[in-house]
């Protein structure tokens, strides 16, 4: 088998001398003109291979370095991901009914468009969640499965363990209030999942939450308050807006109806 691939290789290379001479000959036949344009291709050619020859190089390189940090950073995020998990269960157990909880599943992409593109690995976390209607029979894995709300507390409950976990005891979340995708019930649930998250539990209160949100019925504002049933304590926590910021003309037809909305909903005690 060796000796056929090397009697293989011998003709290959005949080939390749024969296809040479014939070229030469067919330059020489050419009318110097034509051989002067043919030189510059040519060379032009040796530039641009000499030119792509070093970009593979460098894109070898950079592909190594990227690699080095990606290896640096899921070693970081593995140091991190039971304090995660756990966490995520915790503050997901404030809002959700259904089982749910959070998966440590790395994924692999690639990050340059050309076919042959090294592939990287990525830390990524996935969440299992039962289905509310066949309860475990049935578990939903992608984002997709899950209905708008619970992609949004979903989404919050994350990045309320990633800032814990990573941020101990001193971090800050700042996020525009979901209470629009929730019935009577979630409301109420969605203040106390947000409210835990500044709660002391049993340490320094350093962990703020600032939430932008609408006057609304119902009581995601009082439990969002949960911790604070004093009127004076919540006014020192509450920006209002509608007395600091420019009037909108329902605002200046409807001050008092809105004033009094607010201290409806401000100030009433979650039961």
Request: net charge negative.
């Amino acid at each position: 088998r060796v000796d056929a691939i090397r009697s293989a290789l011998d003709e290959v290379r005949r080939e390749v001398d024969g296809f040479k001479r014939h070229r030469r000959v067919l330059r020489t036949q050419l009318p110097p003109e034509d051989r002067t344009a043919l030189a510059r291709t040519e060379s032009e050619i040796d530039r641009l291979r000499l030119g792509a020859e070093g970009f593979e190089h460098d894109r070898e390189i950079a592909e190594r370095q990227v690699d080095e940090l990606l290896d640096q950073l899921r070693n970081a995020v593995i140091g991190f991901r039971e304090r995660i998990q756990e966490i995520f269960d915790r503050r997901a157990k404030d809002f959700f009914i259904e089982r749910v909880r959070l998966v440590y599943v790395p994924r692999t992409e690639k990050i340059a468009q050309h076919r042959d593109a090294l592939k990287f690995q990525f830390p990524a976390f996935e969440v299992d969640l039962t289905s509310g209607v066949s309860g475990s029979a049935f578990v939903r894995r992608t984002y997709e499965q899950a209905s708008l709300s619970q992609r949004e507390y979903l989404d919050i409950a994350f990045r309320m363990a990633f800032m814990e976990a990573l941020g101990a005891e001193t971090c800050s979340i700042v996020i525009d209030g979901p209470e629009g995708s929730v019935d009577v019930v979630f409301a109420d649930r969605a203040g106390d999942m947000l409210a835990h998250y500044a709660a002391a539990d049993g340490g320094p209160r350093n962990r703020q939450i600032i939430v932008a949100c609408n006057v609304v019925e119902g009581g995601f504002i009082p439990h969002y308050f949960l911790d604070h049933p004093a009127g004076t304590d919540r006014n020192e926590r509450t920006v209002n807006l509608l007395d600091i910021a420019h009037p909108t003309a329902a605002l200046e037809a409807l001050r008092s109806d809105y004033e009094a909305k607010v201290n409806a909903v401000l100030y009433r005690v979650a039961q």
